[in-house]
T-cell receptor
Framework: GAVVSQHPSRVICKSGTSVKIECRSL??????MFWYRQFPKQSLMLMATSNEGSKATYEQGVEKDKFLINHASLTLSTLTVTSAHPEDSSFYICSAIGTSGFSYEQYFGPGTRLTVT | QKEVEQNSGPLSVPEGAIASLNCTYS??????FFWYRQYSGKSPELIMF????GDKEDGRFTAQLNKASQYVSLLIRDSQPSDSATYLC?????????????FGSGTRLSIRP
C-alpha cells in the first residue's frame, strides 16, 4: 500500500512554544490530506481537511489560528500547533487520500505524539 | 444520531471463531467504506475498503456492504489473538473539491485463547 510519513514521531515542548508536524505522502500525490487528533482510549477526531493550494477546512471547535495547516505541495502538509498548552498533548495523525482504480483509499501516517510540559 | 455508529464493545470471541463487526451510517450519499484496525498507541491501518453492494473477501477478512440498509460489516474468520484491537469503520464521500470521511468510535475486539 501507499506510504505516508510523519515527522517527528514524538515531541516534547514547553508550554507557550510552537511545534510543527510534517506529513508526507511518499509514493503518491495527495490532493487531500486530513489531520486527526486522538486522546487516549478515544476515537480519531478530525481536526481539518487540507487541500493542496487552498486554505484548510477546519472542523467545528478547532481553532484555525492555533492549529495552522499548510498544504504547500501534493506530497507535503504541515500542522503547526502554536502557543502549545498541556491540554494540546495528544496523538496527532495525518492521512492522505490516494486513488486505486475506481476508489479512493485513505492512508494514515504513523502519528506524532505531542507532550506539552 | 451519529453519522457512523459502531458498538463500542468489547466484543469477546474465542480463538478460531468468526468475529463479526458491524457499522451503520446515516448519509445515503456515502460512496466508500473502510475498515481500519488500530492497536493501542499506534496509528490506524487499512484492512479493507468496499464501495459496491455485496461481499468483498481478502484472506480471513470479508467486508459486506448493504447500501439500502446503510450497513457495512467486517467478518474475521479463524480469529487469532493478534486480531485483538480496536476496529474503526469509516464512511467517505470523495469529490475533487472536497472530501469527507467520518469515523465511527470503534469496536474493541478481544480474541480469547
Amino acid at each position: 500500500g501507499a506510504v505516508v510519513s510523519q515527522h517527528p514521531s514524538r515531541v516534547i515542548c514547553k508550554s507557550g512554544t510552537s511545534v510543527k508536524i510534517e506529513c508526507r505522502s511518499l509514493d503518491f500525490q495527495a490532493t487531500t490530506m486530513f489531520w486527526y487528533r486522538q486522546f487516549p482510549k478515544q476515537s480519531l477526531m478530525l481536526m481539518a481537511t487540507s487541500n493542496e493550494g487552498s486554505k484548510a477546512t477546519y472542523e467545528q471547535g478547532v481553532e484555525k489560528d492555533k492549529f495552522l495547516i499548510n498544504h504547500a505541495s501534493l506530497t507535503l502538509s504541515t500542522l503547526t500547533v502554536t502557543s502549545a498548552h498541556p491540554e494540546d498533548s495528544s496523538f496527532y495523525i495525518c492521512s492522505a487520500i490516494g486513488t486505486s482504480g475506481f476508489s479512493y483509499e485513505q492512508y494514515f501516517g504513523p502519528g506524532t505524539r505531542l507532550t506539552v510540559t | 444520531q451519529k453519522e457512523v455508529e459502531q458498538n463500542s464493545g468489547p466484543l469477546s470471541v474465542p480463538e478460531g471463531a468468526i468475529a463479526s463487526l458491524n457499522c451503520t451510517y446515516s448519509d445515503r450519499g456515502s460512496q466508500s467504506f473502510f475498515w481500519y484496525r488500530q492497536y493501542s498507541g499506534k496509528s490506524p491501518e487499512l484492512i479493507m475498503f468496499i464501495y459496491s453492494n455485496g461481499d468483498k473477501e481478502d484472506g480471513r477478512f470479508t467486508a459486506q456492504l448493504n447500501k439500502a440498509s446503510q450497513y457495512v460489516s467486517l467478518l474475521i474468520r479463524d480469529s487469532q489473538p493478534s486480531d485483538s484491537a480496536t476496529y474503526l469503520c469509516a464512511v467517505a464521500q470523495f469529490y475533487s473539491s472536497a472530501s469527507k470521511i467520518i469515523f465511527g468510535s470503534g469496536t474493541r475486539l478481544s480474541i480469547r485463547p
